[in-house]
């Protein structure tokens, strides 16, 4: 019902911005004007054509002529905006039409002068100023000359106030509607001016997290060189030691042939594996944008090789085997993953846990992939639970700790993957979850 009234008051058409509210009024207010001015006039022309008035027959023509061209200026409108013009100078010259009739016909009437006041009124609203004004003189100038040229029935006194307080109208009218633009000018002009405002305040909180992000990237990558280190020293020592006793071997001349062929198969493989590793690091740090559909468990598998070195006194709970395809953002849900674990991994080492644990699943519950994270490094301090995804909040000051990781895995999650990301303390750690659209 309100859509059905909605699209007559705009009749049937759409205005999509602010520029255009003043049109959307102006619609709405021709459009109950046309349909109260043609309702009521076709009970006149009922009334008088049953005697329960007294009209002569071309008064009874003008009104069902103003009816049945209400109806057809109302369709017109419909049609297309631009009949707009055309629509009110029709209702307007109609109207006065019918109220220049009555002044003759009802000279009964004395106060038929009044409409000539509503219609002004409707003309300013509906046309502008500069319309009103020229409508407005030519309504006194015409009534003058009818009154001193025709009988009208109206006497001097009347005819006095009339022609002031008209002029008074027209006045208050022109300096009222020049009011009511302006305000409404300087609305827009205040509107702009803020959209543009926070236009520019979003574009600048978008460049500070971007800044944040590569912040987050850079240290993140800082700590992946760390852990590249880490998972080099043994191979390097195991490829120095291999060399050492080729060296030997072919010094003394005490081993064959294929001795030496399969050390250097060793070194080979040593190699391999430490050119995999960087492989491995280089494709983290891809920024692609593009979804793609990728395995759940071996995004959370390929992080815990990628700390493999830092999580072997950590007994890890993990179900690889759920075949959970997930169509997203691979690389940033692999970096939100990593920041978790490193600080599970801080967490323990810096408390001196003896017995550390860490417990990673995974699952799709109405609509959404669930990634819990849990371990036992004691927990975050109440007072903090609530502030840990703030930027550069940290509880690791002295360990020279940024206070980004955890604020960028919440603008990776929420933002970019429209999801949620939650952290609540256990008996003997912390929880975190990631909740992801997954469909």
């Known amino acids: 019902m309100k859509q059905l009234f909605t699209n007559f008051l705009t009749s049937g058409h759409h205005f999509s911005n602010e520029d255009e509210n003043l049109q959307r009024f102006r619609f709405a207010l021709l459009n109950v004007l046309m349909a109260v001015a043609a309702f009521f006039t076709l009970l006149n022309y009922l009334a008088s054509i049953n005697g329960k008035i007294v009209s002569s027959p071309l008064f009874e023509l003008v009104l069902l002529t103003y009816v049945l061209l209400s109806i057809f200026f109302q369709y017109m409108l419909r049609r297309d905006k631009k009949h707009y013009l055309l629509v009110v100078g029709f209702f ?9 009739s009555a002044l003759f016909i009802h000279t009964e009437d004395a106060f038929r002068l009044i409409t000539f006041f509503l219609i002004l009124f409707i003309t300013y609203v509906l046309l502008g100023r500069k319309s009103g004004v ?12 009818i009154y001193n040229n025709y ?8 005819m006095s106030t009339f022609t002031t307080f008209f002029i008074i109208f027209i006045i208050f009218l022109y300096f009222f509607l020049a009011k009511v633009e302006n305000d409404a000018a300087e609305f827009v002009r205040l509107n702009a001016k803020l959209k543009a405002k926070v236009s520019y305040e979003v574009a600048q909180r978008l460049e500070q997290e971007k800044m944040l992000l590569q912040q987050c990237r850079m240290a993140s990558m800082g700590e992946m060189i760390d852990s590249i280190a880490h998972q080099w020293r043994q191979p390097l020592m195991s490829i120095n030691a291999i060399l050492m006793t080729m060296d030997r071997a072919i010094e003394l001349k005490s081993k064959p042939d294929a001795y030496l062929e399969e050390k250097m198969d060793e070194v080979i493989t040593l190699t391999t594996h430490m050119s995999k590793t960087i492989e491995d690091f280089r494709s983290l740090f891809k920024t692609d944008k593009t979804k793609h559909t990728f395995k759940v468990s071996a995004a959370i598998d390929y992080v815990l090789n990628l700390f493999v070195s830092s999580i072997k006194d950590i007994n890890i709970e993990f179900d690889a085997s759920k075949k959970i395809l997930h169509n997203g953002y691979e690389n ?3 970096q939100v993953l990593i920041i978790f674990l490193s600080n599970a991994v801080e967490a323990m080492k810096t408390r001196d846990i003896t017995d550390k644990y860490l417990a990673i699943s995974y699952h799709v519950k109405t609509d959404f992939l669930h990634i819990t994270m849990e ?6 301090k109440k007072e903090n639970i609530e502030k840990i995804f703030d930027p550069y909040f940290t509880t690791k000051s002295n360990t020279g700790g940024s206070g980004l990781g955890l604020y960028i895995a919440k603008i990776i999650i929420e933002k970019n993957m429209e999801g949620k990301l939650k952290a609540t303390n256990t008996d003997k750690g912390v929880r975190f979850e990631i909740l992801i659209p997954h469909r």
Do not use: H
Not at 92 to 100: A, C, K, P, Q, R
């Open 151 to 158: 009988t009208l029935q109206l006497s001097v006194p009347t």
């Open 134 to 145: 020229i409508l407005g003189l030519f309504i006194l100038i015409s009534i003058l000359l």
């Open 332 to 334: 940033e849900l692999i």
């Open 92 to 100: 307007v010259i109609g109207s006065l039409v019918m109220f220049y």
């Open 375 to 380: 371990d036992n490094a004691g927990g975050i």
